[in-house]
């Protein structure tokens, strides 16, 4: 009985990390993956679980600014990191310039590869603000996108690179 | 089946966890995590080790030293890595690189290990702790190692010129390998090959020398026909795998291709 009181016990752990700017704490079951927590404890739900091993992107995220796969990172081991999904790009309800080119590009179809792409178009842009298209398709090719054939989604985050205006956040 | 993370500050600490049952080492997890997703069972505890040693890279007298957690994307920019970036860039894309480490390659079923036949073909030095095994002998024996956390690898850094290695897949810039070759020549300055080191992935479930060519080289020159009888032997030993991406035929049948563009090239 004691045993299986303390095994229940120690089978949650806390963890804090930053969440789009925001600290979060939270106890979370050992060895959830980050996906997990951020979508169902934390109730972000822009990064989506699509396939689970590491194949889809679609639950792409940036941890310290790398690029991650959510669904194969354990959320304990981003205690103290700063952690960004595409529900912290919009400021003060203004998109984000790689959201914008997207919609207006008609990069977005069902959008269900959407927020993986943002993020592993992001993480380019933060590290090569003009990036060519061989750059931008290999940032990308992690990411799996069964609607659009790809071609409005590479000229989506060539033509955010050149509107300029990308910056950091 | 309730998981558990379980974080050490040392190796040893970290080793001696290792040995209870359904324990399994984590390094970047693009494998084992994605096995746990999966439902595998058989695990019931991640152990993982924040040890400096193991996210360390030192290249002294062009010998370099890699800890088992350095990912891949951290070797791609290393700048005294640059003449290995290409079999670190060739694996996954660019999320799984900067998760994919080191340690995890070196057990990474066909036809993952992309880069450990790098690793393979530059004759590298596999660390437990204070212990080193060549690499031959780890992958051999790797299955029955378990247990024992690699800390790093040591390696002398190829001349440019000495090594190649590249990556076939139908997917470009990153599907999974067809196979991989890695190839370390030491030439004569008359461009008589003295040694060479061949390295295969996919031809085996593991990454494995190509014996037979390798001796074939030697006292050869790189042109068409010399490189003709290593070609010849290329496939001997070799029991390549069959999955979605290739059957054993279809590799057995395109390893000599490729193995002489990669000599010529
Ligand atoms: C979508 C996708 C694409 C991929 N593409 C490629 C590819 O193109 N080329 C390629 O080579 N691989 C590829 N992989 C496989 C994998 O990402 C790499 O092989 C990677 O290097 C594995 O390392 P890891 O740190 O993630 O391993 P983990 O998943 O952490 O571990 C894998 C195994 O190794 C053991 N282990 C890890 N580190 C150590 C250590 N230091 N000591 C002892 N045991 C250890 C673990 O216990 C586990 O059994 C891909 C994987 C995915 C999901
Ligand atoms: S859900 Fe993570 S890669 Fe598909
Ligand atoms: S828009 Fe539907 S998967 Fe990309």
Known sequence: MGVAREEKRMAKVPIQFVLNGDEKAEFVESGSTLLKVLREKLGDTSPKGGCHQGTC?????????????????????CEGASVTTTAGLAEGGVLHPLQRAFQEGFATQCGFCTPGMIMAAKALLDRV???TREEVVDAISGNICRCTGYEPIIRAILSAARSNSHHAA | MP????????????????????????GGGTLVVRAANEGDVSLTTFVRSTDPALFSISVEGGRATIGASVT???????????????????????????????GGNLFAPAPYGD????????????LEGDQATPI???????????????????????EPKKFRFVKVARVKPKGVSVLSIAVLLDEASDGTIRAA?????????????????????????????????????????????????????????????????????
Request: proline share 5%; with cysteine.
């Open chain 2, 136 to 158: 031959d002998a780890f992958l051999k024996a790797r299955d029955a190692a378990a247990g024992r956390i690699v800390s790093a690898v040591r390696f002398d850094v190829p």
């Open chain 2, 115 to 126: 880069f450990a036949v790098a690793l393979l073909a530059l004759d590298a030095e596999v």
């Open chain 1, 57 to 77: 992107g679609t639950c792409s995220v940036l941890v310290d600014g790398e690029l991650r796969l959510s669904c194969l990172t354990l959320a304990e081991t």
């Open chain 2, 72 to 102: 891949m994307s951290t070797i791609a920019r290393h700048p005294d890595l640059a003449a290995i970036a290409p079999a670190a860039r060739a694996v996954g894309g660019p999320a799984i690189r900067n998760m994919a480490t080191v």
């Open chain 1, 129 to 131: 603000p003009n990036p």
């Open chain 2, 197 to 265: 080191r061949i390295a295969l992935g996919c031809m085996a479930n593991r990454p494995m020398r190509a014996a037979a060519a390798e001796q074939a080289l030697v006292g050869r020159q790189r042109t068409a026909e010399g490189i003709a009888p290593a070609l010849a032997v290329a496939g001997e030993g070799t029991a390549p795998i069959t999955d979605a991406i290739a059957s054993a035929w279809y590799r057995a049948e395109v390893l000599p291709v490729h193995l002489g563009r990669l000599l010529l090239s």
């Open chain 2, 3 to 26: 998981l558990a993370l379980k974080t050490f500050a040392t190796l040893n600490d970290a080793d001696a966890a290792l040995k209870a049952a359904g324990a399994r080492y984590l």
